[in-house]
């Protein structure tokens, strides 16, 4: 079973950069048809896709927040990482990392705990 642990502070300062990893176990986020993301949920809303990091280690991001998303990778501790800079004042969201596996037709979610950001000075 694939697991994702996300770690990283669950309080920021407005105007900071808000950093989350996440950790993987099972399976290498090299592997092909594999797909690592993070998604965000405020309270009593739907989820908001943020970006993701594909097996080549390119990536993808929201156009919403692409001037202020970077993700990567690190391959030797198979984690990904999320940064968010400019993180708005009064902002909470859970923040979810995910990984989609595609075998044929057949596909499968796995998802972090998401832990609860919020950003208050």
């Known amino acids: 079973q694939v697991q994702l642990v996300e770690s990283g502070p669950g309080l920021v300062k407005p105007s900071q950069t808000l950093s989350l990893t996440c950790t993987v176990s099972?399976?290498?986020?090299?592997?092909?048809?594999?797909?690592w993301s993070w998604f965000r949920q405020p309270p009593g809303k739907g989820l908001e896709w943020i970006g993701s990091?594909?097996?080549?280690?390119?990536?993808a991001y929201t156009p919403s927040l692409k001037n202020r998303v970077s993700i990567t990778r690190d391959t030797t501790k198979n984690q990904f990482t999320l940064e968010l800079s400019s993180m708005p004042p009064a902002a909470t969201d859970e923040y979810f990392c995910d990984g989609l596996s595609i075998r044929g037709s057949a596909a499968s979610h796995y998802w972090g705990s998401g832990p609860l950001v919020i950003v208050s000075s």
């Open positions: 990091v594909l097996p080549s280690g390119r990536t």
């Open positions: 099972t399976v290498d986020i090299t592997t092909a048809f594999h797909y």
